[in-house]
């Protein structure tokens, strides 16, 4: 069991992968150095916005996750 | 089943509804566009949908309500999505399909690139869309 | 040829059009209502009808256009109008379909009564739909 | 051959005929002679139009209508 980062949309392009695996608890800091550069630079803008365990955030950076939570990371939304 | 078939079936399931509005949006062939990819994130997106048309059902007293969007590759001449509101009056079926398209443009956990001639490009609402957007604010 | 069948083959018409806007008008039971009849005039209703289309299109842009309206002896749930337009982006699609309703509700060339309890009355516009109307002008 | 007078809508109650015919040529004045005078009294309202064949005349009061044409008498519309 390990936390599952799931990069959405562009930020899927950006990291290069559809997720990552880390073992522990992450929160707002460990998660800013695990992404690479650009995916960081991009989580630290307001419009992009964090969820985990299936509800987003309203504060992104009290993100705090146990082994066996998914973390999805997502970018500016476009449908329809 | 097909768009037609649920519109039929929407329409027969409020038959005391005064009238049935409703939208569906297709992938356009302009700017070169080769195809769409719609992605989601089903844990939020489903969930979001629900939340939506349950909005749209109170803020105008719909007697039903119907909100489909695809996921996936499709290309020109597809339907991307389709919405459709039952209500006693014309008005109040129109705006919630109003409603919901602007949500579902803007405000849906959805995530939409095209295909053209040299790639891939993401696609972000356009200022329009957050303009219609912010009217229900 | 059902509304179903109406809305999928218009669908399938304008395969490059980026949505497509409907709106189904049904007869309602409230006010006690057993029946309604609508009445028209020939000579003026059907080329009314083809300048109303005509307007919205050029109004509006729109790739197609369609507006169906029946005449005759209807009974609560079965539909009286079919309306529906389809454009490069859904608010020219929205706004041709709330002006060719707002047109046919109160300024095209039939006559509408309903059958209550107490017999048969004639129906006129609501202030509202006149308000609506007004909005085009 | 005659001018034919077409009641429609609520008119048609109000005349308790679909249509009558009348010989010869109709004006304005000889129309609101033949018909009922609570007919009349409703064609003299501005929201009451006639049409004369296939054509609704921008002024009423103009009506010239000769053997073989129709007229017919349009109250306030209702669709939808």
Request: aromatic share 8%; net charge negative; glycine share 8%.
């Amino acid at each position: 069991m390990s936390v599952r980062i799931l990069f959405l949309g562009p930020l899927r392009d950006l990291a290069g992968q559809d997720d990552m695996q880390v073992e522990g608890t992450l929160d707002w800091d460990r998660l800013l150095q695990t992404v690479s550069p650009l995916v960081a630079a991009q989580l630290r803008e307001e419009r992009v916005n964090i969820a985990c365990k299936g509800r987003v955030l309203a504060d992104k950076t009290a993100l705090l996750a146990e082994d066996g939570d998914e973390v999805a990371l997502l970018p500016p939304v476009s449908g329809g | 089943m097909s768009i037609g078939e649920a519109l039929a079936a929407f329409n027969a399931s409020y038959p005391d509804a005064g009238g049935t509005a409703s939208f569906v949006g297709k992938v356009r062939s302009d700017n070169d566009v080769k195809a769409l990819e719609l992605t989601h994130y089903e844990p939020l997106t489903l969930p979001g949908m629900e939340e939506l048309a349950q909005a749209a059902s109170e803020k105008f007293g719909l007697a039903g309500v119907l909100a489909w969007h695809r996921v996936g590759v499709m290309t020109p001449g597809q339907p991307i999505v389709l919405v459709a509101a039952a209500a006693a009056h014309r008005r109040e079926a129109f705006d919630a399909v109003d409603f919901l398209m602007d949500h579902l443009k803007s405000a849906s956990w959805f995530w939409k690139r095209e295909r053209r001639g040299d790639g891939w490009h993401w696609i972000e609402p356009r200022d329009q869309d957050r303009r219609d957007l912010a009217r229900w604010k």
